[in-house]
């Protein structure tokens, strides 16, 4: 279902834009505003983080906004009620960005079963590696739901090969070592990295970490199908409030 749409979109664009938001960063009803700025500006579909204290892949801007959320007393329910009113609201794909110490305190039959009804596409989970996930893997398969796995650029040939044989979607390509918000080099290696990625899948690719500007999803065009923005609209908000957001989405439109 999730690639369906990818692959409608892609005959639309040359390349398609993922966003994220951190779910109650700065607060529950700016975030809203901030998807609802973004889905105006015409992103594809949407990474919605559910608040965790030990983000691992994430750099200081998306931790910092994590832990914020939580001194607030955010919970878990609370991200889930605000992915059904954004899936209600908003005619684009949600994803959930999380990770796997939240799916299994929840309940992993539970949380697949609650994101069917609230109308997610799919799930990110970095930390939980196919190895380890098959009951995971079998509720979001009864649910019809994507399980994004991740390829870097230490992932072997043969280990893409057996992910992308569990994902669904896309496949999500992070652009360098390291965690999110750090400074990316768009070269000839990370055309390479990508062309490798696409020689261990026909799935639609994703490419973020460090993708910032116009300028790096031009270089993404014919590479990758999706370029994920993360860190540098928390920035823009820190910086110059929610208004900001969606003439800076526009801006990085065709």
């Known amino acids: 279902m999730l690639e369906t749409y990818l692959r409608r979109q892609r005959e639309k664009k040359e390349i398609l834009l993922m966003t994220h938001i951190v779910v109650g960063y700065p607060s529950f009803e700016a975030s809203f505003e901030i998807v609802k700025a973004m889905v105006a500006a015409g992103v594809d579909l949407m990474e919605l983080q559910i608040p965790f204290s030990e983000p691992i892949a994430d750099g200081p801007v998306i931790l910092?906004?994590?832990?914020?959320?939580?001194?607030?007393?955010?919970?878990?329910?609370q991200a889930l009620a605000f992915a059904e009113r954004a899936t209600a609201a908003f005619d684009i794909p949600f994803l959930f960005m999380t990770y796997c110490?939240?799916?299994?305190?929840?309940?992993?039959?539970?949380?697949a079963a609650?994101?069917?009804?609230?109308?997610?596409?799919?799930?990110?989970?970095?930390?939980?590696?196919p190895e380890e996930g098959t009951t995971y893997l079998a509720a979001m398969q009864t649910h019809q739901l994507a399980p994004i796995f991740?390829?870097?650029?230490?992932?072997?040939?043969?280990?893409?090969?057996?992910?992308?044989?569990?994902?669904?979607?896309?496949?999500?390509?992070?652009a360098r070592k390291g965690v999110t918000g750090q400074q990316t080099t768009f070269s000839e290696a990370l055309e390479d990295y990508l062309a490798r990625c696409r020689q261990a899948t026909d799935l639609p690719l994703a490419l973020g970490f460090g993708v910032k500007d116009r300028s790096d999803i031009d270089f993404l065009r014919g590479k990758a199908d999706i370029a994920v923005i993360g860190t540098e609209t928390i920035r823009l908000v820190d910086e110059h409030g929610v208004g900001a957001v969606e003439g800076f989405i526009r801006g990085l439109q065709p």
């Open 64 to 77: 910092r906004a994590n832990q914020e959320v939580l001194a607030r007393g955010a919970r878990v329910r």
């Open 101 to 111: 110490n939240i799916v299994y305190k929840y309940g992993v039959a539970e949380f």
């Open 114 to 129: 609650e994101m069917s009804r609230i109308g997610m596409a799919g799930a990110i989970v970095p930390d939980l590696p």
């Open 150 to 174: 991740i390829f870097s650029p230490t992932t072997g040939q043969e280990r893409m090969r057996m992910l992308a044989g569990h994902g669904r979607g896309f496949i999500y390509c992070v």
